[in-house]
Structure formats: C-alpha cells, structure tokens
C-alpha cells in the first residue's frame, strides 16, 4: 500500500468532512477565477471600444464628460448638445488636424430600438479600419448598417435583403424611409450593431438640425493636447475630455470594485484555509493510534509528516480545480448578468477565460493549502508511538 493509497482511503473515511473543506475552497476559488476573467475581458473590450472611436479628444455639452462618453459608448441618447458652429471654432485652433461633429440617437424597427450615428465624412479618416461594402451615405435618408445589424434585418425584415433596398422606421416621432446604401463589415465592436448616416439626416431624424452631440479631435502633437483641451474649454458652453482619461476613470471604479471584491475571497479562502487545518487537525486525532501502529511498523516522522501534508494539499487542490471548473461555467454565465446590472458595457463578450486566472485560481488555494496543512501534519508527525498506541 503506497502513499496515495492511504491518502485517498483516508479522504474517503471522512468523506462529509472533506467535502465540506473542499466546497469552502472551491467556492471561494470559483469567486477569485470569475473576479480576474471578467475584469480583463471588461478591461480589454472597453480599451478596444475607446479605440474604435478613433478620437484623441472628445468635446461635449458642458456637464459631466465621463457619463456623456459612456453613454454615447452604449448606444444611448445624451439630451445635451451644442450648436453645430462649435465645430469650425475647434478646427481653428492651434494643434488640432481633424474635427469631426457626431449626433448620436435612436430609431425604432421591428419593435426595436437601433442605435443611429449622424457623422461627417471627416470621419472616415478616423476610423481607417473601416471596410465599406457599397459606399457610405451621401444624400439624404441614406444609411449604412452594421454587419449585425444587415444579418439581422435580411433574415427578420421583409422589406430589406440586400444593399440598394430600403427600411421603413420610425424616428423623432414620424416614419421615415432610408435607403441601404452600404454594410459596413465586422469589425468585433459596436460599430457592427449601429447605423450610420450623414449628419444632416441624422439631424432631421432626431429633431437636431443645427446641433450635435460631440465633436472627435484629433490632434497633430499629442504632447500638447492639455493645451488643446484648455483651448477647447474656452467656447462657450463645450468641455473636453482625452480616451486615455476616459479609460482611466473606468480602470478606477473597475479597480475599486475589484478591491473590495477580492478582501471578499481572501477572507472566503482563508475561511476555506481554516476548514482544511480543522479536518486535518480532527484527522490526527482520531487516527493517532494508526499514527502509531505505522511508526512502530518502522515510518518514520518524515514519512508521517508527508502523508498528513499531502493529504491537506490534496483537499485544496481538488477545491482549486473544481473552483475553475465552476468559475469557467460562472465566467460565461456572467457576461450576460453583467449586462443586465452594469450600464457600459463593451458589445464584446467580457467572459475570456485566460491561462493567467487558471493559475493563479489553482496557487492560491494551493498557498492557502501549505498553511492550513502545516500544523496537524507537524503535530502528527511528533507523536510519540508509544503513547499513540495507548490513545482511546
């Protein structure tokens, strides 16, 4: 009979006890692996919306920037806009190459609604990425859809199939006819679930004729975009924000809730830690006259040291992989909860499970492990066989 032999047979004499440490791990371990997934997919999905938007700098409506962006990010409408002038006042000022004027809305079609970008042909020098099947909008009541948004509509749509047909929708209150005139091909962001037209149809869709909702900027020397950013807060009623503070300000609440979620599972594991030494710890005792039939059989303390160690190890372990198991199904359940209760989210999926959380899931109840396993197996290896076998 071998090491492993006795390890698992003892496991399984304690089967409720050891069930009960390995759960405790494991949920806590399932709760650390969902934590680090969904914050690098949320990370990295909202890095590559920000990024798509092809801008340096953004200018609003006065008021809070950072919620005016994340609005704009989802698809929703911002109520504050500013007069369609502001638009050449920043394309004169110093530093700034390109600025181009969006109105951000909605349209409702198929009993949906379906977000709709008014943007000037500026634009397309922003977003080089972009591959245009058919062209894009150049009179009015013409569109270009996203690659979603064209399958969608060409399997549920009996008036659209291909570029050329039109939709009926409804926007601003009336019902308006537009034309298909381009598919925009996938691009892996929100882009492939938006509507894009020339912003004077977007104007008259939304009730917006002379105004818009922002302005993208882009600059020639980004070493000097505070000073840009200074320059653009002097119109009247605009502010200025850059994508990178933009990111920045979502990392903070991302880290802040990560924190406080993360204090969560250490005290979860080292519940679970705790659990592991008390089954260890009540194994030692109610096995100290095996303990000392093996010494007086010829183990030796390191043998006994070994055995009660690996033991502990193992319900760790087992509650470590289960944790993964468990957080890998959570992870991709996840996504779909997440965009029920966060309101910015990216149109990417946020549940990538990566090799990264597997390992630190399985190290760090492995740590926890080491710790709790320690003690009884210390204890168990000092016994004296002597007194072992005397033992009740």
Request: hydrophobic fraction near 50%; glycine fraction near 10%; charged fraction near 15%.
């Amino acid at each position: 009979m071998n090491i492993f032999t006795i390890i698992i047979d003892g496991l399984r004499r304690r089967n409720i006890r050891t069930a009960l440490a390995v759960a405790g791990i494991a949920i806590a371990a399932a709760s650390l692996f969902s934590l680090m997934t969904l914050k690098q997919g949320y990370e990295t999905g909202m890095r590559s919306e920000i990024e798509n938007m092809g801008a340096q700098i953004i200018a609003v409506a006065k008021g809070c920037p950072y919620e005016a962006v994340a609005v704009i990010m989802i698809g929703g409408q911002v109520p504050a806009t500013l007069p369609a002038d502001v638009t050449k006042d920043i394309r004169k000022i110093p530093n700034v190459a390109s600025a181009s004027p969006n109105v951000y809305g909605a349209y409702n079609y198929l009993n949906l609604s379906h977000p709709i970008i008014g943007i000037a042909k500026e634009e397309l020098a922003l977003k080089p990425w972009w591959k245009i099947e058919g062209k894009f909008p150049e009179n009015d009541n013409e569109i270009m859809l996203g690659s979603v948004e064209a399958s969608v509509f060409a399997e549920k749509s009996g008036e659209y199939k291909t570029i050329g047909d039109s939709i009926t929708v409804k926007a601003g209150g009336k019902k308006v006819a537009l034309k298909v005139v381009g598919i925009l091909k996938a691009t892996g962001s929100k882009d492939d679930y938006s509507t894009y037209t020339m912003l004077s149809t977007a104007q008259k869709l939304l009730n917006l004729e002379g105004r818009v909702v922002t302005v993208n900027v882009r600059v020639n020397d980004i070493g000097r975009i505070p000073d840009t950013i200074s320059a653009i807060e002097q119109i009247f009623d605009v502010q200025a924000v850059t994508v990178a503070q933009v990111m920045g300000t979502i990392q903070n609440l991302v880290k802040a809730a990560e924190t406080m979620l993360l204090m969560v599972m250490v005290i979860a594991l080292i519940i679970g830690g705790i659990g592991t030494a008390n089954t260890m710890m009540m194994s030692v005792f109610e096995r100290t006259r095996e303990i000392g039939l093996m010494k007086a059989t010829g183990a030796s303390g390191r043998q006994i040291f070994a055995l009660f160690f690996t033991e502990g190890l193992a319900i760790s372990l087992i509650g470590g992989v289960i944790g993964v198991v468990l957080g890998s199904a959570a992870t991709l359940g996840g996504d779909m909860i997440l965009r029920n209760i966060v309101s910015v989210m990216p149109s990417s999926s946020v549940g990538k499970i990566t090799v990264d959380a597997i390992a630190v899931t399985l190290l760090f109840p492995m740590v926890i492990g080491v710790l709790s396993a320690v003690y009884p197996a210390v204890r168990a290896a000092r016994l004296n066989p002597i007194d072992a076998l005397r033992n009740e």
